[in-house]
């Protein structure tokens, strides 16, 4: 099992900028299989689907929607064990509750979510 953490979501005027992070959890196996774990980024707002936001594969390539392309950058720490998600010109249709996903031996688990609002 992994648990996923999610933290750094808040309330930010237009143009403002968050940083998003996932912290693994786990048994020392299932940690050392982070190593070969793709991770991504999510959203979803009341009424939609959840949509992708992100994802970097285990061997850090990157994926972006085309609605974040050039506001937004996944990372991952050398451990492969913590997710970010740097989040730059955040506009109000980014608002949304940001989850976490992470794929580990042919599993996908989820965090709780972390709600990002972008209001004046």
């Known amino acids: 099992q992994v648990q996923l953490v999610e933290s750094g979501g808040g309330l930010v005027q237009p143009g403002g900028s968050l940083k998003l992070s996932c912290a693994a959890s786990?048994?020392?196996?299932?940690?050392?299989?982070?190593?070969?774990?793709?991770m991504a980024w999510y959203r979803q707002v009341p009424g939609k689907q959840r949509e992708l936001v992100a994802r970097?594969?285990?061997?850090?390539?990157?994926n972006y929607a085309d609605s974040v392309k050039g506001r937004f950058t996944i990372s991952r720490d050398n451990a492969k064990t913590t997710m970010y998600l740097e989040m730059i010109s955040l506009k109000p249709e980014d608002t949304a509750v940001y989850y976490c996903?992470?794929?580990?031996?042919?599993?996908?688990?989820w965090g709780q979510g972390t709600q990002v609002t972008v209001s004046s």
């Open positions: 996903n992470a794929k580990v031996i042919s599993t996908d688990y």
């Open positions: 786990g048994s020392a196996f299932i940690l050392s299989r982070m190593e070969t774990a793709g």
């Open positions: 970097i594969s285990a061997a850090d390539t990157t």
